[in-house]
């Protein structure tokens, strides 16, 4: 019996860490408003090593539209335009000598379609994650010799329960994610 409660157990955090990693990527897809999590993605050159941009400068939103970056070094404002751009977000930023602006614009319907596609997409990964837990407690299941057919039974009920609510919530995150993207 421990050793199901134990297949269960690592199989329910194997699932919640799935959902963890689709409420990251959801994160970097934007809805409209200027998000500093926007810019998470872009890699400073500091010095020869590359630096994730929130560790060389203070990065925020002084509005829906704008997002502002302000580096601890002046010497880094060219480094990092030069590394907004390379990271080909589709951001245009602007440099005053002081910092960095960049203008978000707002999204077409077109870009918002696509956006609600990667989504999609993004929750099908996740979705694959779970049943791919599922498989590998089921298996591990099978693997005990010393457990009655009931309670095997009774296991395998439990590990799909576990994966029904899990899909269910990563359908009802990805149904909020796509209002989102999709509302003007």
Do not use: C
Request: proline share 4%; net charge negative.
């Amino acid at each position: 019996m421990e050793e199901i409660k134990f297949i269960l157990e690592t199989t329910k955090e194997e699932m919640e860490n799935s959902i963890l990693h689709l409420e990251k990527q959801f994160v970097n897809i934007r809805a409209g408003k200027a998000s500093p999590s926007m810019l998470g993605s872009v890699m400073v050159d500091y010095y020869g090593s590359l630096t994730p941009l929130n560790q060389v400068s203070n990065v925020n939103t002084p509005d829906g539209r704008t997002i502002s970056v302000q580096p601890w070094e002046k010497g880094m404002l060219q480094e990092i335009e030069r590394a907004i751009m390379a990271a080909n977000i589709g951001f245009n930023p602007m440099n005053n000598g002081e910092s960095i602006i960049i203008n978000v614009p707002p999204l077409t319907e077109e870009r918002r379609a696509q956006l609600a596609k990667q989504a999609k997409s993004e929750a099908e990964d996740s979705k694959i994650g779970v049943r791919n837990h599922r498989k590998e407690a089921l298996h591990e299941l099978k693997k005990l010799d010393d457990i009655s057919e009931d309670a095997s039974s009774n296991a395998e009920i439990d590990i799909q329960e576990l994966t029904d609510k899990y899909i269910k919530k990563i359908d009802d995150i990805f149904e909020v994610k796509e209002k989102e993207i999709m509302t003007v």
